[in-house]
C-alpha cells in the first residue's frame, strides 16, 4: 500500500507561560520543566523532537511509552490532525505536511469508538463509503467484505448500544478498512477493555493484518501489546525516541536502563556492581561479594567500545537468574514475598540494598525453602548480563 516517512520531525506547543524575563535567553536554548520531563524553549514545549522512522510498505510499526511520551501526538501528525512544527512526512513519495486529513487517504481507529449512537452497524461502516460517493453494490460488498473479516456479519443491523465493547472496537476497526485506506493509525484501541478482551482483540488485530494490505502505525502504553503486535517497536521517553527494533532486539538487546525496564514483565532487575578486567584481559561484574563471569558475545562488544574497569549498574531480567551456580557467583538474599503464579514462583528478594525478582519455574522446585525470610543464593546467566552506565544509563556495549 505505502510507505511512511518522518524525517526530523518536531512538535512544538506554544508556551502560554512565557513572559518578557523569559525572552532574555538565547534563542532555542533548552530548560528543563521539571514538572513533566519535556523540553521548553523560547518557542513552547517541545512534545516530540527530532523524530525519524522510515516504515516500510505493510508494516506494523508500534508506538509504545509511558503517559506524556509524545506517542499519540506522533499519530496524530501522521494524520494531520496536528501541525507539524519543523521535518518532513511523507506517505508513500508525497509530502503531506500540507495535506488535510481528508486527502492523505489514511484511516484512524481511536479508544473510544467514535461510533454514531442513531445508526446501525451497517450504516456506520456503509459512512465513509457514502462521503466517497461509492456505488451502492460496491458499497454493500465492501461492507459485507470487512464484516465478514471482523466476524460481525450478525451485528450488521444492530445498534451501537446492543454491542458489547470489543463488538463496538470492531465495527469502529471495520468502519476504518473498509474503505482500504493506505495507511491504518490506530491510537489505544483496547484501553478500555478488560484484560480477557484485550487478550482477544489482540490475535483479532494479528489476523487482520494477515488479511488486508495496509501500513499499520499503532499507539499503546502496553508493552506487552508491543511486543505481540509489532514487526518494530518505537520506544519513546520524553518526546525522544529511545529505541527503534523488533521485540526480540528491544528485549535482548536494550539500549540504555529506560528501555531495559520499560520493555519486559517483570521489569529488568537493576543492581550496582562494578565492571572487572581479570589477569586473562576477560571481563567480569562484581555485584556483592559474588563475581560473575560475562559471555564471549559480550566480552567481544565490550572490547570493541574499549571499555575499561568502572562502577555500573548490571541488569539482568527475573528469568535469567538461577538459583544454582559456584559460591564465588552467587549472589545473597533474603526473600520477602513469594508470589505463587501456577508454572512458575516469583520470589521478590532482597539483595545487597537492592530489591529483585526472580522467576523460578515450579519444576525446579525440589526441596528449597522459599518462604518468606528464608535465605536463597542466585546468580547470574552470562549471555543475558547488561552493564550500563550509572550516570548515562547507556548499555556500554552499544555506546
Known amino acids: ?21 523569559k525572552k532574555s535567553r538565547k534563542k532555542d536554548e533548552p530548560v528543563e520543566k521539571k514538572s513533566y520531563q519535556l523540553k521548553v524553549t523560547d518557542e513552547g514545549v517541545v512534545a516530540v523532537d527530532d523524530f525519524n522512522l522510515e516504515i516500510k510498505d505493510r508494516e506494523f510499526v508500534v508506538l509504545v511509552g509511558p503517559s506524556g511520551c509524545g506517542k499519540s501526538t506522533t499519530l496524530r501528525m501522521i494524520a494531520g490532525l496536528e501541525d507539524i512544527t519543523r521535518g518532513e512526512l511523507y506517505i508513500g513519495d508525497r509530502l503531506v505536511n500540507e495535506v488535510p486529513p481528508k486527502d492523505r487517504d489514511i ?3 481511536f479508544q473510544n469508538y467514535a461510533l454514531y449512537p442513531h445508526m446501525s452497524v451497517r450504516q456506520n461502516l456503509e459512512f465513509p463509503l457514502k462521503l466517497r460517493k461509492t456505488p451502492k453494490d460496491e458499497m454493500d460488498r465492501l461492507v459485507n467484505e470487512a464484516a465478514e473479516i471482523l466476524g460481525i456479519t ?65 499507539v499503546t502504553h502496553d508493552q506487552t501489546e508491543a511486543m505481540t503486535l509489532g514487526d518494530r517497536i518505537v520506544i519513546m521517553k520524553d518526546g525522544e525516541v529511545q529505541q527503534i527494533g523488533t521485540p526480540q532486539e528491544v528485549f535482548n538487546a536494550p539500549v540504555n536502563t529506560f528501555v531495559a525496564g520499560f520493555i519486559g514483565t ?10 572487572l578486567l581479570d589477569e586473562y584481559g576477560k571481563y567480569t561484574v562484581s555485584v556483592g561479594d559474588a563475581i560473575i563471569a560475562i559471555s564471549d558475545e559480550k566480552q567481544t562488544n565490550l572490547k570493541k567500545n574499549n571499555i575499561q574497569e568502572q562502577n555500573v549498574i548490571v541488569g539482568v531480567r527475573p528469568e535469567h537468574i538461577t538459583l544454582e551456580g559456584e559460591d564465588s557467583a552467587m549472589v545473597t538474599g533474603l526473600v520477602d514475598v513469594s508470589e505463587m503464579m501456577g508454572s512458575s514462583i516469583h520470589l521478590h528478594i532482597n539483595a545487597d540494598g537492592k530489591d529483585c525478582i526472580i522467576i523460578v519455574p515450579t519444576l525446579d522446585l525440589g526441596e528449597k525453602d522459599l518462604s518468606a525470610g528464608a535465605k536463597v543464593k542466585f546468580t547470574f546467566a552470562p549471555n543475558a548480563i547488561h552493564v550500563f552506565d550509572p550516570e548515562s544509563g547507556n548499555n556500554l556495549e552499544y555506546v
Open 154 to 218: 450478525q451485528y450488521l443491523d444492530r445498534k451501537p448500544k446492543a454491542l458489547s465493547g470489543g463488538q463496538r472496537q470492531r465495527v469502529a476497526i471495520g468502519r476504518a478498512i473498509v474503505r482500504n485506506p493506505q495507511v491504518l493509525l490506530m491510537d489505544e484501541p483496547l484501553s478500555n477493555l478488560d484484560a480477557k478482551l484485550r487478550n482477544q482483540m489482540r490475535a483479532e488485530i494479528i489476523k487482520l493484518r494477515n488479511r488486508i494490505d495496509t501500513t499499520f502505525v499503532y
Open 107 to 109: 484511516a484512524m481507529v
Open 266 to 275: 517483570p521489569q529488568m532487575n537493576m543492581f550496582d556492581g562494578k565492571l
Open 1 to 21: 500500500m505505502a510507505t511512511v516517512t518522518l524525517k526530523h520531525i518536531q512538535k512544538i506547543y506554544p508556551n502560554a507561560e512565557s513572559s518578557p524575563k
